[in-house]
T-cell receptor, first 114, second 113 residues
Framework: GNSVTQMEGPVTLSEEAFLTINCTYT??????LFWYVQYPGEGLQLLLK?????DKGSNKGFEATYRKETTSFHLEKGSVQVSDSAVYFC?????????????FGTGTRLLVSP | DAGVIQSPRHEVTEMGQEVTLRCKPI?????LFWYRQTMMRGLELLIY????????DSGMPEDRFSAKMPNASFSTLKIQPSEPRDSAVYFC???????????FGPGTRLTVL
């Protein structure tokens, strides 16, 4: 079945450091890939997505490239801010009788200190 | 635009009581999802609806859980009787199928004593 594996957290960085959160997936067919972010006390928000191989999703300085050859969708940001502290979820969409069902990773907590 | 609305935001109840969580999806969306989030199990899909019809309820833990969607603008998740292990944050999300970006509500934090 479809699955997503994320690196264990927490990831602790100083402000302006470079961020990478690893995500690999297993899926049949050609899923879409997503990164969602959850700030404390809130629901998940879509951060970025990519729908086909070699696509790059980007938003708010975050980027991720859909790598079919390595089945990966790693999240990167060149310079993190304290306000980026949150939990980040990698996910993929699996077609199921025509309706979109997301499969989420376990989430990676990011802590950014001043 | 109003996002997904959930109520209540917090619920504290005693074991054995009935709990009803409510969700109003984004207007025009035709798919609705209920998730449960805990530290131990992460984010779990409980059930989802398309055009008000339950499509997959394989994630519903047991018969104590039930979900309904009587119309396109309202859904409920009911737990009867509730148990301490049901304590979690419950999220509702909606989308317009066949697009795959889900929009999440703020969640209901349930505590069962």
């Amino acid at each position: 079945g479809n699955s997503v594996t994320q690196m264990e957290g927490p990831v602790t960085l100083s402000e302006e450091a470079f961020l990478t959160i690893n995500c690999t997936y297993t899926a049949t067919g050609y899923p879409s890939l997503f990164w969602y972010v959850q700030y404390p006390g809130e629901g998940l928000q879509l951060l970025l997505k990519a729908t086909k191989a070699d696509d790059k999703g980007s938003n708010k300085g975050f980027e991720a490239t859909y790598r079919k050859e390595t089945t990966s969708f790693h999240l990167e940001k060149g310079s993190v801010q304290v306000s980026d502290s949150a939990v980040y979820f990698c996910a993929l969409s699996g077609m199921n009788t025509g309706f979109q069902k997301l499969v989420f990773g376990t989430g990676t907590r990011l802590l950014v200190s001043p | 635009d109003a996002g997904v609305i959930q109520s209540p935001r917090h619920e504290v109840t005693e074991m054995g009581q009935e709990v009803t969580l409510r969700c109003k999806p984004i207007s025009g969306h035709n798919s609705l999802f209920w998730y449960r989030q805990t530290m131990m199990r992460g984010l779990e899909l409980l059930i989802y609806f398309n055009n008000n019809v339950p499509i997959d309820d394989s994630g519903m833990p047991e018969d104590r859980f039930s979900a309904k969607m009587p119309n396109a603008s309202f859904s409920t998740l009911k737990i009867q009787p509730s148990e301490p292990r049901d304590s979690a944050v419950y999220f509702c999300a909606s989308t317009f199928a066949p697009t795959d970006t889900q929009y999440f509500g703020p969640g209901t934090r349930l505590t069962v004593l």
